[in-house]
């Protein structure tokens, strides 16, 4: 069955650096989403991206988040100025229709020292 | 901000008895739920959803229940496996409001036992 799939599985960076997160979601999917999940808190919503722009996104993805999808395959998540908050489980989804269920990734586990 | 709640964090079950997992949630314009697992160090993994349009959806050894005027729904498993033993989200979106965001809850941690 086809995954979404997430690179690296865990990042540590030092505050203030550059992170870029990586997903390849399943490959007839048109519409692709960033989760995360504080340790202990509960799944949120960042951004969803359709049509190679941004169609939503939640108060947390600020001017520091930007999303890319650089070709046909790639689904990036940048962070330009890492904090400590943003230690967190990233989760990348997409889905191929608003009617279907979203297909998660197994997360990338980002650790900012 | 607490759209969807899921007040028991932890419920343990038997094998082969039923499982029931419960979700409240507050914001009326909600029209769609579902119902998420996951394991460790996995991602979440749709199990099954419903419209507001039904009550009822079922999928195998999976129900899930809705009583719009409470705001609650329920998942149910029956037979419940050890397998099953994972974290259950539940989740909520407004899909005739032009947005497809999921709001999650906090999760109930299932063990299943022998």
């Known amino acids: 069955e086809p995954e979404v799939t997430q690179t690296p599985s865990h990042q540590v960076t030092q505050m203030g650096q550059e992170v870029i997160l990586r997903c390849v979601p399943i490959s007839n999917h048109l519409y692709f989403y960033w989760y995360r999940q504080i340790l202990g808190q509960k799944v949120e919503f960042l951004v969803s991206?359709?049509?190679?722009?941004?169609?939503?996104k939640s108060e947390i993805f600020d001017d520091q988040f930007s999303v890319e999808r650089p070709d046909g395959s790639n689904f990036t998540l940048k962070i330009r100025s890492t904090k400590l908050e943003d230690s967190a489980m990233y989760f990348c989804?997409?889905?191929?229709?608003?009617?279907?269920?979203?297909?998660f990734g197994n997360g990338t586990r980002l650790t900012v020292t | 901000d607490q759209q969807v709640k899921q007040n028991s964090p932890s419920l343990s079950v038997q094998e082969g008895r039923i499982s029931i997992l419960n979700c409240d949630y507050t914001?009326?314009?909600?029209?769609?739920f579902l119902w998420y697992k996951k394991y460790p160090a996995e991602g979440p993994t749709f199990l099954i959803s419903i419209s507001s349009i039904k009550d009822k959806n079922e999928d195998g050894r999976f129900t899930v229940f809705l009583n719009k005027s409470a705001k609650h729904l329920s998942l149910h498993i029956v037979p419940s496996q050890p397998g099953d033993s994972a974290v259950y989200f539940c989740a909520a979106s407004s899909k005739n409001y032009n947005t497809d965001k999921l709001i999650f809850g906090t999760g109930t941690r299932l063990q299943v036992f022998p």
């Open positions: 989804a997409s889905r191929a229709n608003r009617d279907s269920p979203l297909h």
């Open positions: 991206f359709y049509n190679n722009e941004i169609s939503e």
């Open positions: 914001n009326s314009m909600f029209d769609y």
